[in-house]
């Protein structure tokens, strides 16, 4: 079986020229087209995440040389990642992702979404809620929070929890927080962090690229948006080993 790939992220990386070359791939642009979508590197992934092929007919991604995919595959198997994919050696894990929305922006993000002060050496003042309770205030550098995919990321490194694929919750994490009794939150979505205090000026990011000054009282609420079906191919090399 041959598959039509689509591929998101470097062009130029060696692994599209090992595609090329592959007896069980032909490359297409439109992802609507494909049986499968290869995301090369993290931006790979999210312009994956990012499409505007609509859900049901999202076809698997397979992530090669992603670090926030724990099941990336390693870049030299990509041709038996493929061949896998075309032998029905893989199953589909359903990713979460957030959809973003405050009073200005909206946003989507696979991994995590921050908030953070502009200024070195500044903290400011975060509220994090849920439609029914107040979770916490924390005065901190900035705060994070990931979906289960993001969890092993930037999140990680705050000291925030692994989340597995199969958990419906994100974890919250403040960066730097000027107390630390208690480090993070796992909180099951919609989830609000609000800047509670006009201090310095604090910054919105999603899956790392910017999006404007958020200002005070103005709530940044993280709703699940459309899962992300990730393909883990059975006997491939992953990133990392």
């Known amino acids: 079986m041959t598959l039509h790939v689509a591929v998101r992220g470097d062009s130029t990386a060696p692994t599209v020229a090992t595609l090329t070359a592959s007896d069980d791939a032909t490359l297409v642009g439109d992802a609507a087209a494909a049986d499968i979508v290869v995301a090369v590197g993290d931006a790979g992934l999210r312009a994956a995440a990012l499409s505007d092929v609509a859900p049901a007919a999202q076809p698997p ?20 990642a493929i061949a896998a994919v075309a032998a029905g050696s ?16 909206d946003a989507r993000a696979i991994a995590d979404v921050s908030l953070m002060t502009t200024a070195p050496a500044k903290i400011s003042e975060y509220t994090v809620s849920t439609p029914d309770r107040t979770v916490a205030s924390v005065r901190a550098d900035g705060i994070v929070a990931a979906t289960p995919l993001g969890s092993h990321g930037y999140a990680a490194d705050a000291g925030g929890p692994h989340l597995a694929p ?22 099951c979505p919609p989830v609000s962090v609000t800047v509670a205090r006009d201090e310095t000026t604090v910054e919105l990011h999603a899956d790392g690229h910017a999006h404007g000054r958020v200002p005070v009282d103005s709530p940044v609420t993280l709703s699940w948006g459309t899962p992300l079906p990730i393909a883990v191919v059975s006997h491939a090399g992953t990133h990392g080993d």
């Open 61 to 80: 991604v397979v992530p090669v040389d992603v670090d926030a995919a724990p099941d990336s595959v390693a870049p030299a198997d990509t041709t038996d």
């Open 166 to 187: 199969g958990v419906s919750a994100a974890a919250v994490v403040p960066v730097s927080p000027f107390r630390v009794d208690r480090t993070n939150w796992v909180v």
């Open 90 to 105: 893989y199953t589909v894990v359903d990713h979460p992702t957030f959809d973003v929305t405050t009073p200005t922006t």
